[in-house]
Structure formats: structure tokens, C-alpha cells
């Protein structure tokens, strides 16, 4: 089974940006969807956004669309989201996850592997 480990996360202001990283170790990295979710403190963990197994297909929640943006790096195992605009809403602990399937999905039970997560506080 793979394994996730985020990196980035920190406190920044309201307006601000982040990058996160995960890194995925492991064979098969390449062939499986990854997705990004979030968890704030008394909530349910929510879908971010997700990428296809080839990079080229990307969603997202209506609460990030133009302000994050997924890619991956196949050659290097990782998956990265770039968060801009950042509200205080954003703030919660950010998890990756490896998909079962190569396309989109955005269901938690879809995503077979998962990291510790990353916590990102963003300040008003």
C-alpha cells in the first residue's frame, strides 16, 4: 500500500498563498487519480479537488475553483496544491489521498490511501 506525506502547511494571513506537497512512495503512483481534502475543527472532512492519473484532468469544490490548483509530477511521485486567495475558511488539516481509480472521483470511500495531514490556518 502507498504511502502519503504532506508538506507546507503553515499560518498565513487572509489574501496570502501556500503550496502543498505530497509525496507518495511506492509503485503505481501514476496510475491512480489523487485527490485533496480538508477537515476544520467540529466538521466533516470535505473533497477539495482531485486530478486525473495523467495530470491533464483536474475538479474542484465550488468553494476553491479559481483559487487552487492541483498538478502532479509523475516522474517524482508527488502531488501538489497550490492554494491562493486564501479566506479564514480555508482553515482546517489537509489531507491527500490516493484514489482506487485512474479518473476523478470525489467520494472519501473512492481513495484507498491517505496521509496524516498538514494544517493550514489562515488568519483575518
Known amino acids: 500500500q502507498v504511502q502519503l506525506v504532506e508538506s507546507g502547511g503553515g499560518l498565513v494571513q487572509a489574501g496570502g498563498s501556500l503550496r502543498l506537497s505530497c509525496a507518495a512512495s511506492?509503485?503505481?503512483?501514476?496510475?491512480?487519480?489523487m485527490g485533496w481534502f480538508r477537515q476544520a475543527p467540529g466538521k466533516e472532512r470535505e473533497f477539495v479537488g482531485a486530478?486525473?492519473?495523467?495530470?491533464?484532468?483536474?475538479y474542484y469544490a465550488d468553494s476553491v475553483k479559481g483559487r487552487f490548483t492541483i498538478s502532479r509530477d509523475n516522474a517524482k511521485n508527488t502531488e501538489y496544491l497550490q492554494m491562493n486567495s486564501l479566506k479564514p475558511e480555508d482553515t482546517g488539516v489537509y489531507y491527500c489521498?490516493?484514489?482506487?481509480?485512474?479518473?476523478?472521483?470525489?467520494?472519501?470511500?473512492?481513495?484507498?490511501?491517505w496521509g496524516q495531514g498538514t494544517q493550514v490556518t489562515v488568519s483575518s
Open positions: 489521498a490516493q484514489s482506487k481509480w485512474g479518473y476523478i472521483t470525489t467520494q472519501l470511500r473512492d481513495f484507498a490511501s
Open positions: 511506492g509503485r503505481g503512483f501514476s496510475n491512480y487519480a
Open positions: 486530478i486525473g492519473w495523467g495530470g491533464t484532468s483536474t
